[in-house]
């Protein structure tokens, strides 16, 4: 019933606290979970996290669902200002760049950007996982902490001018002259 392309994940909760938050929280099936692991929702309310209580947690990759622009040409006498702006909007991307969301597994790097955010004794506000270096098939599941939005609206360009009056434009024969400055995906 949804378009092709959708994103499709687990909805994070959170991080596991300790052991008794693991024990008192639905039996999560992809992998051996730690404190630091996500935490996902139960969809489906089976008690068991599994594929079943994947949802869907962004719009589509491959494109944008919609596009749009505008514009305006406004003028007073002899001043005017025009601008053009372009945009889409309903577009997902999934970030589960090794590296930079999946650090120190099968020899890849670590970014500064898990490092800094990444959840470890001490940090209250950590958006990725503990670090290991065994991986977690737990923990690098599609899921809604790695979905960010590709929309996006630009002013694509902008022009400010000045039109010459009727009295210079006339003694040179010329029905109109205007200077102007012009920006260009501003």
């Known amino acids: 019933g949804k378009m092709s392309g959708h994103l499709w994940g687990l909805e994070v909760l959170g991080f596991f606290k300790n052991q008794e938050d693991i024990d008192n929280s639905p039996r999560q099936m992809f992998s051996e979970v730690f404190p630091g692991d996500y935490k996902y929702k139960d969809q489906n309310g089976d008690g068991i996290i599994d594929e079943y209580d994947t949802i869907q947690i962004g719009h589509n990759s491959s494109f944008p669902e919609m596009y749009y622009a ?8 002899d001043f005017g200002v025009s601008a053009l702006f372009q945009g889409v909007g309903n577009y997902s991307v999934n970030l589960t760049t090794t590296g930079m969301y999946q650090p120190l597994i099968n020899g890849a790097n670590l970014s500064q950007t898990y490092y800094d955010n990444c959840w470890r004794e001490g940090v209250t506000k950590a958006r990725y996982p503990r670090m290991t270096t065994t991986g977690s098939d737990n923990n690098y599941r599609a899921n809604d902490v790695f979905i960010t939005d590709r929309s996006y609206l630009k002013l694509r360009n902008a022009e400010i001018w ?3 009056p009727s009295r210079f434009t006339d003694r040179m024969k010329m029905q109109e002259i205007r200077f102007f400055v012009r920006g260009t995906d501003l």
Not at 70 to 77: E, Q, T, W
């Open 70 to 77: 505008f514009s305006f040409d406004i003028g007073y006498k």
């Open 162 to 164: 000045y039109r010459l």
